[in-house]
């Protein structure tokens, strides 16, 4: 296909790719779940099994997203391979389900969690800036904005600036702030490890707790969400260069690098830290440098959150802004957010309206809720994508697969074995939030009707065509 000069251009390289997987999966995460996880466990130990265990799984779908984001480098991901193997209706539940809930919730997440550790240093952040007379709050109550708020919306536009004047600006950013976050959690790890006041006998004991197979399970609902956000680099797949080799190296590499932070600090967790203490504490990275340094160590923490969950943020909005590009492309959501900046070469307006839905999510306090509407759901679209690496072998044997999952079809069918542990914990611990949530997607069904009444598919494409789509040589094999 002959080059298109308003089309997405391939110019990002392995360790931009790498930076995404590795910046957008360490967030917040990692300083918040080990409570919830050694509260159904109840020993150390076993909350290092159950890392081993979702690393493990996350890397069964790392490998088997790499199998799909070579063989189809096209910028949407999950779109892009549901539509493929099961239809445009299912592709196109998907990108509604990740623009309207899962990755405006997201975004909403990061940039509050950002002023809050903020707030530790400007307490001011949480008074309250104004107040609408309307029961449109949490629990029906007026709305309060806080000043903390107003600056949260500031971080997600700034970053929407950075990746709206391109996608090597915004990769550049992501890999910079990477590597300072890597280096303070590596820091982190060290003063943990190295701190005299340290017990390795902590991980013989154990505290009250469910524990057993649905305690396991539960913890490792907690885990799969702190991992979650290894599979957006391929969201990003139509703008890197040779994505045939550099795509299933940044998925496996930087999930493999994810898991192996999270285990090592767990291990200076549990180390400093015995088991009944972490589990009273919200913030187990805080308190064990406050035992090991005082309050400038529980400070540092803070500063360390902040810079990941600013990476996190980034990663968020470069890679979420292509899903509702891809479908704008096709037809199926709002024409304008095909367009690409004649100049930066960036799906521009789709990084605004993500941003901007984002913002909004801020004010109303409502984020959260929302994870726990969608997680069900979009674990049934995780699990349908793993699938589609067996089904598309069946499907299309000629199409040319430059990487090959190894072990198949073992590795893609565990990964849908854990997508359905995760989907059937969600069932059964949020029934309702489970039901109402695919509730929450299934709305978008009839504006999916009316985009086919309208007979739309595919007109957008050929407005604004993307110079990636099939344009990789399909003889290029991964050594």
């Given amino acids: 296909m002959a080059e ?58 790392a490998l088997s997203y790499a199998e799909l984001s070579a ?33 405006g919730g997201s975004i909403a997440t990061l940039a509050t969690a950002f002023f809050l550790y903020l707030g530790n240093f400007f307490p001011a952040l949480e008074q309250i800036f104004y107040t609408v007379p309307l029961p449109i709050g949490p629990g029906g109550a007026p709305l309060a904005i806080r000043y903390g708020q107003l600056l949260a919306v500031a971080v997600i536009l700034l970053l929407a600036a950075v990746n709206y004047l391109g996608v090597r600006f915004g990769a550049g950013v992501q890999v910079a702030v990477t590597i300072l976050k890597l280096g303070l959690i590596a820091a982190l790890i060290a003063v943990g490890l190295c701190a005299r006041k340290g017990d390795f006998g902590h991980f013989a004991q154990s505290i009250p707790a469910p524990g057993g197979f649905s305690g396991f399970f539960a913890a490792l609902v907690a885990a799969l969400w702190a991992y979650d956000g290894w599979n957006n680099v391929s969201m990003v797949a139509a703008e890197i260069r040779r994505p045939q080799r550099y795509l299933p190296i940044a998925l496996v590499a930087g999930t493999g690098l994810v898991m192996a932070t999270y ?13 009944e203490q972490v589990a009273r504490t919200d913030r187990v990275a805080a308190e064990m440098m406050r035992a090991v340094a005082g309050d400038w160590g529980a400070g540092a923490v803070s500063l360390a959150a ?56 801020v004010f109303t306090g409502r984020y959260e809720d929302l994870f726990r509407y969608v997680i069900f759901a979009s674990w049934i679209l ?62 978008g069904l009839p504006y ?20 990636t789509r099939n344009s990789v040589p399909k003889t290029e094999r991964t050594p």
Avoid at 5 to 10: A, F, S, V
Avoid at 38 to 49: C, E, F, N, Q
Avoid at 73 to 102: N, S
Avoid at 386 to 412: F, Q, T
Wanted: one cysteine or more; aromatic letters at 12%; hydrophobic letters at 50%.
């Fill in 4 to 61: 298109v000069t308003t089309g997405l251009r391939r110019e990002l390289g392995l360790w931009a790719a790498t930076a995404i997987v590795v910046g957008t999966v360490i967030g917040s995460g990692i300083f918040l779940v080990p409570k919830d996880m050694i509260l159904h466990v109840g020993s150390p130990a076993t909350v290092l099994a159950v890392w081993v265990v979702g690393g493990l799984l996350s890397l069964a779908g």
């Fill in 71 to 103: 063989a189809m480098p096209e910028a949407g991901g999950e779109y892009v391979y549901l539509r493929q193997a099961y239809g445009p209706l299912w592709g196109f539940l998907y990108g509604w389900t990740q623009f309207w809930v899962a990755r």
């Fill in 263 to 275: 285990l090592l600090t767990n291990v200076a967790y549990f180390y400093v830290l015995p088991g």
């Fill in 306 to 361: 902040m810079v990941s969950i600013f990476a996190a943020l980034n990663g968020s909005l470069l890679s979420g802004a292509r899903v509702p590009y891809a479908m704008a492309r096709d037809g199926l959501f709002v024409a304008r957010f095909a367009h690409i900046h004649p100049s930066y070469h960036t799906p521009s307006v789709s990084i605004l309206g993500l941003a901007a839905w984002g913002s909004v999510l």
């Fill in 382 to 443: 995780y699990g349908m994508t793993a699938a589609a690496v067996i089904l598309l072998r069946k499907r299309c044997p000629g199409l040319a697969r430059p990487y090959r999952v190894p072990g198949y079809p073992v590795l893609p069918a565990l990964f849908v074995l854990g997508a359905a542990a995760v989907i059937w914990s969600s069932l059964r611990n949020f029934p309702r939030e489970s039901v109402l949530g695919l509730a929450l997607i299934l709305l």
């Fill in 448 to 467: 999916y009707g009316w985009s086919r009444r309208r007979g739309s598919f595919g007109r957008v494409a050929e407005a604004a065509p993307d110079q």
